[in-house]
């Protein structure tokens, strides 16, 4: 099967043809503008203007840019200068893009991640050969305000393998020119056609939340990727999130501004040849995929687990040249599998996930030094960690991890990267943690544990689930005999000296593991309530907003981030404060459409004290926001089962009315609609209901 698409992440403005592992070939599209300043490749990302609708089956994508911008993280891209469409069938695609500025439109040919296929050129076309497959393109008259191209492929009448099927593309009067010839001539209508039914077909939604799907749809879409190596499919936590070949350059971290430290812009891009899976990116990424492709969104969430090392360990990230052997990510892989489940039922990916998810459960607690790897202060309590003897070395590291401390590698393995909850805790040399016995992570586990219980069931193994749940009912015990504090109203962190009195929106996280009794709930839910701590316009800062970092809103030093936005919402559905739940969801649906309208960007986190967007411009896991509110309207999930209509304040209704609709036209769930229950269609808050088979 040929996979096509913006499938390498500098690839904004053009195609990758995959026939398999390591065998393809790509186009690009370049711009000259009038004084003779190339825009290719990697510079789109800074001038795209509008993220356009992409269908899960590639029969319709549409980009935006603004030929004006400038190509380097100060851009704001504002006008549409530049539109590139593109459309599949079965054995071809069609491409065109318009420029609407002075300059110079041209495709280039050439072989990403360096693959070993080249174009040659023909009177009227290229042509390449692809193993057993041939590929050629045919392309309309030159002009400079207009490219269009269509691109044929089919089975290779030379033997694979031969020497003159590795080193010559086939002749001119080939299997796959043949086509391309004849489909150039009905190219516009055949992009204009596609582009009119997706419009028809595709999950949308409209009044006062209009553009809240599209939103979720449009950005994931375009931000998966492809792992040549393989030929897996897996949603990075972003396009600029692609760390290059050590020694190559130096990796965004998405701290300063849009494209990370200020420091890199100008140094070289990453590699072409490179890949990066993050770990919890990809499980909330799968969730998100849900909306418009459940195949996508499995295939998402089992490219997170398969980056996993041979102990067990889903690392904080890993690329085909380096990862993060010493050190994981928050544990929300069983949740998010669990929950795809039952928004996307597939038995048989649900077991294909089974065999990592139970080995990253055993991975945080296996044996190191006579004690569970993570092992908190209190036994049967966690702590972030880093074995330093599995950090690889310097040569593999990209720049910007050489030299970390144990203290800071433990950090980032909560996700958390600089939360001011971990400046209370020292690092413990001899046992590689945090000295703390940390809520999230103990909330994460607890909630890993249940996820996993209740997995086991649906694949048959009750003896599974029957071990799981005796160790997820001992942690519960130990959390509420050590942490839980009913002074604060709070389950607290484990330090040394006591109770740590730094409160963060993660220590909110016992809701969605179903730790606390509904006394200690209403208690937790009062401190979410009280606007000098959390409450407000913006919610949820990461940090209380009487601590003393929380004015600094640098990165998780109180921002708003849509995952931990997402898991407290998650938690207070789990409680039945649904009220509250449709208010929080509806305040980050309405914080992140009003900045993707003012920016058309997808950002990476907010401000807390003025709802503006922060961080990357485009990162996976912003639809978040949207998600929650999406899933107001219906929701499928493993405590509450189907879930239909909002029950959010009224004024909050009132501001947000509007219809979701998804128009399955014989398609089901897997190409064309929100995926909770397949072939359902859902109008209104909630008017109609109607099974459309």
Known sequence: MMRVGALEARRWAGLVFAAGPDEGIGLHLVFTTPDGRRRALEDWYWMVSRVGPHAPDGSYARMEFDLAAEPSPGSRPEESTLILEWSRREDAVALRAVARAPGRLDLAGDAPWGWKARWKEMADGWCAALGSV???????????????????????????????????????????????????SGLDRWIDDARTDWGRRRPRSSGAAKGLVEAVTDNLMWTVLLQP?????????????????????????????DGGPASSAGKRAPAPDDWTVFGWDSFFNALALATVSGRLAWDALLAGLESRYSNGNVPNWRSRHSGTPDRSQPPVGSFAALKLHHVCPDRDALAAAWPGLRAWSDWWVADKGGRPRREGLTPGLLAWGSDAGLVPGREQLPEWEVGARGHQRAAWESGQDDLPLWEEAQWDPRREILAMSAVDLCSYRALDLECLSRIARILGNPAAARQFDAERRRLVVTMNEVLWSDAAGLYLDELPAGRSRRVAASNFLPLIAGVPSARQAHRMVGVLRDPARFWGDWVVPTISRDDPAFDEQ????????????????????????????????????????????????????????????????????GPLFALGAIEEFVDACPWRGLRIGSRAPALVAHNMGGDITTDTGGGGAQASGWACIEGLRVAGRIRTVELSR
């Open 134 to 184: 041939e590929i050629a393109a045919a392309f309309e008259p030159p002009a400079e305000d207009r490219v269009a191209t269509v691109v044929a492929w089919a089975p290779r009448g030379t033997p694979s393998g031969s020497a003159e099927a590795d080193d010559e593309c086939p002749g001119a009067e080939n299997t796959a020119l043949s086509p391309a010839r004849r489909l150039l």
């Open 229 to 257: 190596e393989t030929g897996r499919l897996y949603a990075p936590a972003g396009r600029r999130w692609i760390f290059p070949q050590p020694g190559d350059g130096t990796p965004v971290d998405g701290r300063s501004g």
């Open 554 to 621: 640098q990165y998780w030093r109180g921002s708003i981030w849509p995952p931990m936005n997402y898991l407290v919402l998650q938690g207070l559905r789990r409680y039945g404060f649904d009220e509250l739940a449709g208010e929080l969801a509806w305040k980050g649906a309405l914080m992140f459409l009003a900045d993707r309208r003012r920016t058309r960007f997808c950002r990476e986190n907010f401000d807390a004290r003025s709802g503006r967007g922060r961080g990357h411009r485009f990162q996976s896991w």
